[in-house]
């Protein structure tokens, strides 16, 4: 979910199914998700090297993301 924030004058990303605090923001809109697909493929990463189970999404959406 992203959202313009204007306490912070950014736009901000927020991840509710990774938790309260998995949120990245980013100057502009296009920033702002490139930033999150960052944190996304991170939380990926640590998900499974933890070997935890990835929680479902929330909403659908029209990023995809591999796995490389």
Request: no cysteine.
């Amino acid at each position: 979910m992203s959202q313009w924030s204007d306490e912070d004058r950014k736009y901000v990303v927020s991840l509710p199914e990774f938790g309260p605090y998995a949120h990245t923001h980013g100057e502009t809109y296009a920033e702002a998700l490139k930033n999150g697909e960052e944190v996304i493929e991170l939380l990926i990463e640590e998900y499974q090297s933890l070997g935890r189970t990835l929680p479902k999404p929330l909403m659908a959406g029209s990023l995809a993301f591999s796995q490389d």
